[in-house]
Structures are given as C-alpha cells and as structure tokens.
C-alpha cells in the first residue's frame, strides 16, 4: 500500500498529524471523510503521484493524528482549526501553494482552507459535500432519513457508547472493498476509544461552529477564488437531496466544474482510476 510513499508522523503548533506523502511534481493534499484514514487513498494516490507530490494525512481527530482537547464551543476540532493543520503541514514539506481535494467531511475541511487560506489554495476539488450551512438550512424529511447521523453524533457520550459496543457491526467495511491493509488501518481506529471520540467531536463542530463560520462568510460575501471542482456520487444521495448539486456551489464558489461519477460513496475506493483521472484532468486544465 502506497509504495514509494514515506509514513510520518509530523508535529504542528497545535496537532500532530500522521502523514503519507510521495511523488514529485506539483503538490495536492488529499483529505479523507468519516470514518476512514489516509489509507482510503491508497488506490488513488500512486495514479498522482505520476505527476504530483501527494500528502495524505489523518486529519486531526482521526486515524493516529492527534485528538483535540474538548471545549464547549468544539474549536479545537472545527474546520477552521483542521485547515490551518493542513497549511502549517504542507508548509512544513515545503509548499507553500498547493490544490486540496477533500472526501466527505474532508470536503468540509478543504473547503474552510480555499476560504481561510486563498493564498494558499491554487485549486479546490469537494467530493460529495455542499457547504455546512446550506445542508442545514435545506434539511427537511429526507436528510433528516438519510443524513440522521449528524444529529445523533451532535448529543453528548451517547454516540460514543453506541459505536464503541460493536464499531464492525457500527462501520461494516470490508478487506475486499478497502484493500487489506486500509481495512486493517480503518479498524484499528474504530476500536480506539480517543479516535471514535476525535471523529464525532467533528460533527458537534459542525452543528455550531462550523456553521456560524459559514453563515459569517456569506453575509460577507465571500466566495471561493480559485478553481473549483465538485464531484458526488451518484450511487449516494446528494442529487436526490439537492437535485443540481452545482447549482448549491453557485453562490460560494467563482469558477466551478464538476458531474456525478457512477459509484457509491466512497470513491476513492471504488472508482479509483475514474476519479484520479477526473482529478488530473482538472488540475491540467484549471
């Protein structure tokens, strides 16, 4: 897995991040969801880094990165504190500019670094994602259904305690869908007690502070300036939520680009070679 690829584990100003990073050429970050690691990368990141550097890391909360002290407000783990992790880290290997493609709440964390961070950010590809606030502020019956785990996650213990009393019968995955040493490396934190605990403090941020950073940025006007991508999974629900998912992006982004791949959630192990080819292409042509 991720041969030629280097393993660190790099210390920050406020997290220690474990990192996988190879290749050489122009750099991407690659950004993982819930509940996966880096390791979900594992089929796409090789196909980059042909023509890339490609850093991906545990984001701070998941996989063996550090766990963010608990506070009331959830700071520590908002996206706002995730992005300046992933600034300070690609600087830290020597990047000063660099594209960042983000998965699921990954996609939550990639965005806040293109609108933190715009001098940083040379290209911004969101996989099934829409901004925080505008998944709340459209929520009706059917994300409630579907996305009903936002909310549990968002209540005290309770959460943790479920996931931590079966995490395989919680999570499922699988060896022959991940990969045998993704598998191994995504179990490893769905057992871990700190982990668990690290990646459902993502959603409390969500619910408050992440929102409150998104509303301040649209009352602001703020828009994403660099070149944007956004592809979704037309195997998920984002276009049976939002219909035309880009018409959601609109409002937040400058110039964007995207479409549906035929998979199911979670591309990077699915669709690898599709989805590493839609990547290049848009860093070639953006």
């Keep these: 897995m991720f041969e030629g690829f280097k393993l660190d584990t790099i210390v920050l100003s406020e997290a220690s991040l474990r990192v996988r990073h190879g290749g050489n050429g122009p750099p991407i970050l690659l950004l993982h969801g819930h509940p996966r ?32 002290p608990d506070t009331p407000d959830h700071s520590g783990s908002s996206k706002r504190a995730k992005a300046r992790d992933c600034v300070e880290l690609m600087r830290r290997l020597g990047h000063e500019r660099f594209a960042v493609i983000g998965h699921d709440r990954g996609s939550y964390t990639a965005f806040r670094a293109a609108m933190d961070h715009p001098d940083s950010v040379t290209h911004l590809g969101i ?65 871990d007690p700190a982990t668990v605990h690290g990646m459902v403090e993502d959603y409390r941020a969500g619910l408050g502070i992440d929102r409150q950073h998104d509303e301040v940025d649209r009352r602001a006007g703020r828009r994403i300036t660099c070149p944007t991508m956004i592809l979704w999974s037309l195997r998920d629900d984002l276009e049976l939520l939002y219909g035309d998912v880009l018409a959601v992006w609109a409002s937040w982004t400058m110039q964007q680009r995207g479409r549906g791949l035929d998979c199911g959630h ?21």
Excluded at 44 to 64: E, I, M, S, Y
Excluded at 145 to 151: G, P, R, S, Y
Excluded at 268 to 274: Q, S
Aim: aromatic share 12%; charged share 25%; proline share 7%.
């Design 127 to 191: 996989l099934d994602g829409v901004p925080i606030v505008e998944a709340l502020e459209r929520c009706d019956a059917r994300f409630a259904k579907l996305w009903w785990h936002w909310f549990f996650f968002g209540q005290p213990e309770k959460p943790e305690q479920a996931i931590l009393a079966d995490p395989d019968r919680w999570y499922g995955g699988s060896p022959d869908g991940m990969g045998e040493e993704a598998y191994e490396d995504f179990r490893a934190s769905i057992h």
């Design 37 to 68: 690691t880096h390791a979900t990368w594992h089929r796409v990141a090789p196909l980059l880094a042909q023509h890339h550097t490609v850093v991906c890391p545990d984001l701070r909360g998941f996989g063996r990165s550090s766990k963010a």
């Design 266 to 286: 979670h591309m990077a192990e699915e669709a690898p070679n599709e989805l590493a080819s839609e990547i290049l292409n848009f860093l070639r042509d953006a």
